[in-house]
T-cell receptor, first 112, second 117 residues
């Protein structure tokens, strides 16, 4: 089942620009994760932010979490053509089944 | 570390045949593996959660007799699509959680593209 929505659904930018993607969710969470998927491939885990964290960085990635608004954002700074991919957010609840609830994804195209 | 493989990476089969997809954690033990299905330009749809040594838990609307899951060891789970039909054509992806991990991070296989003729 889908947790919520990501926006934009598609984003096209030039190399060097920043890309911001947003994710909204509906239920209370234990953590929120961002994944990347290149076309026709599996997913790669990018970053995990816990419900008691507000911001997290990893290289060119910056993730924020606002639990009051039930939303998160992923910022990719100084984008590169190799960042072209689909980006998905996924939330983990506090229960024990440990399954992730997935967003619909944002398709990012970085033009050289 | 935390590498997950899937085999085969693609398969084409005739309608009515069964297809088995393997998911292996190569450098870690996985108590839990997940099987997803993904349609073009869409998000992942969780099919089932597979725990080593026990029956898989299927999501609502997923036929357990159609999609047989076996998690025989801490490093291997298999998905068998029985009596495949063209509507079963899709991209199937597995993922695994590390045994003993307190995190919910999942490590994904590269996916298997199934085409049923």
């Amino acid at each position: 089942s889908q947790q919520g929505e990501e926006d934009p659904q598609a984003l096209s930018i030039q190399e060097g620009e920043n890309a911001t993607m947003n994710c909204s969710y509906k239920t209370s969470i234990n953590n929120l994760q961002w994944y990347r998927q290149n076309s026709g491939r599996g997913l790669v885990h990018l970053i995990l932010i816990r419900s008691n964290e507000r911001e997290k960085h990893s290289g060119r990635l910056r993730v924020t979490l606002d639990t009051s608004k039930k939303s998160s954002s992923l910022l990719i700074t100084a984008s590169r053509a190799a960042d072209t991919a689909s980006y998905f957010c996924a939330t983990a609840g506090a229960g024990n089944n440990r399954k992730l609830i997935w967003g619909l994804g944002t398709s990012l195209a970085v033009n050289p | 570390g935390a590498v997950v493989s899937q085999h085969p990476s693609w398969v084409i089969c005739k309608s009515g045949t069964s297809v088995k997809i393997e998911c292996r954690s190569l450098d870690f033990q996985a108590t839990t593996m997940f099987w997803y299905r993904q349609f073009p330009k869409q998000s992942l749809m969780l099919m089932a959660t597979s725990n080593e040594g026990s029956k898989a838990t299927y999501e609502q609307g997923v036929e357990k007799d159609k999609f047989l899951i076996n998690h025989a060891s801490l490093t291997l789970s298999t998905l068998t699509v029985t009596s495949a039909h063209p509507e079963d054509s899709s991209f199937y992806i597995c993922s695994a959680r590390v045994f003993g991990s307190l995190e919910d991070e999942q490590f994904f296989g590269p996916g298997t593209r199934l085409t049923v003729l």
